[in-house]
C-alpha cells in the first residue's frame, strides 16, 4: 500500500525558508509525478507546484522564482523549497502522487504558518 508522508512544517518569519519533505513508499515511485497543494481556511485547495518522472517542474504563478520542487527517487522523497515565505503562503501543505491530473495518493499534511 503506497504511503506518502509529508514534513517540514513550522512557524517562520516573513522571508523566511522552510523544507517540506514528502516520503512515499512503493516500488515504483520514480514513475509517479509528485504535486505540492495547499488549503489555507476558508480557500479551496491550490496546487503549488509538480515534478514528473522526467523532473519536469511546473509552478503556481505566485510561488514561481521562490519555492522549488526536486526529488531523489533513490530516497523516494519530494521536496519543497519555500524561500521568501510571507503571510499568504501559510496554509496547510499535501503532497499527492500519481499522474499529471490524476493525483490519486494524498498525505496527510503539514502546516505552514508564516507570521508577519
Known amino acids: 500500500q503506497v504511503q506518502l508522508v509529508e514534513s517540514g512544517g513550522g512557524l517562520v518569519q516573513t522571508g523566511g525558508s522552510l523544507r517540506l519533505s514528502c516520503a512515499a513508499s512503493?516500488?515504483?515511485?520514480?514513475?509517479?509525478?509528485v504535486g505540492w497543494f495547499r488549503q489555507a481556511p476558508g480557500k479551496q485547495r491550490q496546487l503549488v507546484a509538480t515534478?514528473?518522472?522526467?523532473?519536469?517542474?511546473i509552478y503556481e504563478e505566485s510561488v514561481r522564482g521562490r519555492f522549488t520542487i526536486s526529488r531523489d527517487n533513490t530516497k523516494k522523497t519530494v521536496y519543497l523549497q519555500m524561500n521568501s515565505l510571507n503571510p499568504e503562503d501559510t496554509a496547510v501543505y499535501y503532497c499527492?502522487?500519481?499522474?499529471?491530473?490524476?493525483?490519486?495518493?494524498w498525505g496527510q499534511g503539514t502546516q505552514v504558518t508564516v507570521s508577519s
Open positions: 499527492a502522487a500519481g499522474s499529471l491530473g490524476n493525483f490519486n495518493r
Open positions: 512503493g516500488s515504483t515511485f520514480s514513475n509517479w509525478a
Open positions: 515534478i514528473d518522472s522526467r523532473g519536469f517542474t
